[in-house]
């Protein structure tokens, strides 16, 4: 695909590219940064550029196709780690300026925002009115709507709410060479070019930058509650969420988590954490009882709702923590999660593992001490027999985060098959110059 391409590409330094954008759009629209901040592979200086709205954004990446550089998306930059190593970039742009809330309309459960609107800061102002989004990736309260629809981000509230896919309805789009596009429409109605918003969804910036989004809402329920199973193995729990699936319980979460997990529960056992919300409490009470039920006399208990605040609190924040310096997620049928977690831990042991139990999502995640395990290619095939078995299981296994060592010996998302020359022709077909996040995503693109 890149073919002459790289030749292409212009030898330009990070002080160059600032000093342009500085001309152009102003010296409050750009910046250097070095250390964490914004860290993208191995470049030391990243030139930041920060547009104010889409016509800022279009017009600077009418600079960038112009001056021949390469551009890598971002929100708010906490999330830039995942995926392949970006083969060359010349500036970030970032849409974390772009925080404007569009138009929402209670009345009528929908909204438009920029992409750099804050998901918490939403939220809560749709709490005023009894509504929410229900998005919930993992990670701190800067996590960005565009960032989590870019990357398709989902956390526990999956189960009943599903992804981001399910919510976003229509959007505004900047292209490569600064083209602004439309796709879908601002009210559920309105499907021309919906399918379009299910492309962009998780392209991580490979095929567009997103900048205004629409979504439909939903009302905040009013009942919530997190009860708590225990067992001393996985399968036991596993069996359970076979039973609650196949009765007529709605959870909400079902999170199954390996021991030690550092969060505000027994950390000795397994444990499979449900929530359940709902407009009537009597509906909530109902479910729980009926839970324990099911559970045939399991060790279980209902958190008060100080207790299940903190632990989801810190459920989300610790799955992004820089003590995981390594993560995995495996997926196989739900039928399928005990064989894959039986199989993590068999290859490792000293892994934390945690799954969204209804969906057969796992996550591993390790610290340095784990990474030294795994570091001689030989041990790093361990992780080549995992993806195998998530794959003849009917799902696959992505790299989520790992340092560059690991990344160029195994591809982080894996082979794509039948689907990598289609993928490859929309590649060519919406960024043919390769100018967006070349490199990152699947199969090189």
């Not at 390996?258 to 709902?278: H, K």
């Amino acid at each position: 695909m890149e073919s002459s391409s790289l030749t292409a590409v212009p030898s330009v330094t990070p002080a160059a590219v600032a000093q342009r954008l500085a001309e152009a759009f102003g010296a409050d629209r750009v910046t250097q940064t070095h250390g964490n901040a914004f860290r993208l592979g191995e470049a030391e200086t990243r030139v930041i550029a920060y547009p104010h709205n889409i016509e800022e954004l279009s017009a600077m990446m009418k600079l960038a196709h112009e001056s021949n550089w390469r551009v890598a998306p971002a929100g708010a930059g906490t999330w830039l780690e995942m995926g392949n190593a970006i083969v060359q970039f010349h500036l970030i742009v970032s849409t974390a300026k772009m925080a404007c809330v569009l138009e929402y309309e209670p009345a009528d459960l929908t909204c438009s925002v920029e992409a750099g609107v804050s998901l918490r800061d939403f939220n809560l102002r749709a709490a005023e009115h009894n509504q929410f989004l229900p998005l919930d990736p993992f990670g701190d309260e800067r996590s960005t709507i565009g960032a989590t629809v870019a990357t398709a981000s989902y956390g526990p509230l999956r189960a009943g709410y599903g992804t981001p896919r399910d919510w976003l309805v229509g959007c505004r789009v900047v292209h490569a060479d600064g083209t602004i596009t439309s796709a879908g429409g601002k009210v559920v109605k309105n499907v021309a070019g919906y399918e379009l918003c299910k492309l962009y969804t998780g392209s991580f910036g490979t095929l567009v930058i997103l900048a205004e989004l629409f979504f439909k809402m939903r009302a905040l329920p009013q009942a919530d509650a997190t009860q708590v199973f225990y067992a001393n193995d996985a399968a036991t729990l596993c069996a359970l969420m076979a039973r609650l699936t196949e009765s007529d319980l709605q959870p909400t979460a079902t999170e199954l988590l390996s021991p030690q997990s550092g969060l505000p529960i027994d950390e000795n056992r397994f444990a499979l954490v449900l929530r359940y919300v709902n407009e009537e409490q009597e509906t909530v009470a109902w479910q729980t009882g009926e839970a324990a039920r099911l559970g045939n006399g399991m060790a279980n208990t209902v958190l008060s709702s100080t207790d299940a605040s903190t632990f989801w609190h810190d459920y989300y924040t610790s799955e992004t923590s820089d003590e995981r310096c390594f993560s995995l997620r495996a997926v196989a049928l739900p039928t399928d999660l005990g064989k894959l977690i039986e199989t993590a831990q068999r290859l490792m042991p000293t892994a934390m593992l945690r799954a969204h139990a209804a969906n057969g999502v796992l996550r591993i995640h390790g610290s340095a001490d784990l990474l030294s395990e795994l570091r001689s290619k030989h041990q790093f095939k361990l992780l080549l027999e995992l993806r195998e078995f998530a794959k003849q299981n009917g799902g696959h296994m992505v790299i989520l985060r790992a340092p560059d060592e690991l990344k160029n010996q195994l591809d982080v998302w894996g082979d794509a098959g039948a689907t990598t020359t289609l993928m490859q022709g929309l590649k060519k077909q919406y960024d043919p110059h390769n100018r967006l996040n070349f490199g990152r995503f699947v199969a090189g693109l």
